[in-house]
């Protein structure tokens, strides 16, 4: 039900899986991820995820009016998963998260960088494409491809693999191509204006707020109504292995940045308001009780930052001797896996 967990990862599979399939209904979905965490010998972490509103982002674009029907159907969808956790008499014992890997930004006909009109095709190959072209340029044809490209366009940076920003975690791995052209916001590379173009298109630089997933968490291992101006999709490892009680392998992402989440942890409080937005709504949104009033809550988060794409977590809650001390969490050093 999860891209992915059909692949054998160290050697092993996930306890239970699906082979990912698109086809399969949400309700369906939802039905598999309750029976595994009621099973005789239940799973402690269960992943759900969703093709929309990814799937229309892509062929509308976020901006588009036809963008609407489709949150609100994702709204329903998380309607039904806490109303169907609350039947399973899970909702209180789990805890859960709704994420996203990526957000995503409107692209244009009108904003095309087209390749061909720099670069011979016969000089390169394209391994990647828009918004970050990777190329691979052919044998003595390195300098030629790179001067070419280098300020070709206002709206294309051109990198050479070992110039390409640190905030990036990115140059030092063996995938990376040796030049690597970056869009700005919006913008979209093609070799040519036949190859395929997409209205809405995720992959810009992660500093552009378009870019930024949502995070929503509920449970017993975390805080209520707080909110967190932003935090790295790299802290989603550490905080579920402390979840989890398990030891996270070395990894990118820091525990400390997302502790203050935690109803255990001693935090510094970013005090919640209310927006106007969602006063207007919120006495009885759907039927739930305001605390419970996810679906609503995503509504609005979706409506405004369109997060395309989601991911459910849920996380068999541990009781509080089961969970690990922060004295171990403080000595964690994020390891910076793709500088080495
Ligand atoms: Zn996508």
Redesign the pocket.
Known sequence: MWPGTDVKIHESFPTYYLPYNESVSFEDRVAKIIEWFTAKDPINLGLLYWEEP?DT??DVGPDSPLMGPVIADVDRKLGYLIKMLKKAKLWNNVNLIITSD?G?TQCSKQRVIELDRYLDKDHYTLIDHSPVAAILPKEGKYNEVYDALAGAHPNLTVYKKEEIPERWHYKHNDRVQPIVAVADEGWYILQNKSDEFLLG??GYDNALAEMHPIFLAHGPAFRKNFTKEAMNSTDLYPLLCHLLNVTALPHNGSFRNVQDLLSSAAPKAISYTQSPTHLLGSDKPGGYEQEESYPYYIGISLGSIIT??FFVVLIKHLIHSQVPTLHYMQVEVAQPLLQA
């Open positions: 990814d982002g892509h990526h995503m298109n995720h395309i794409v």
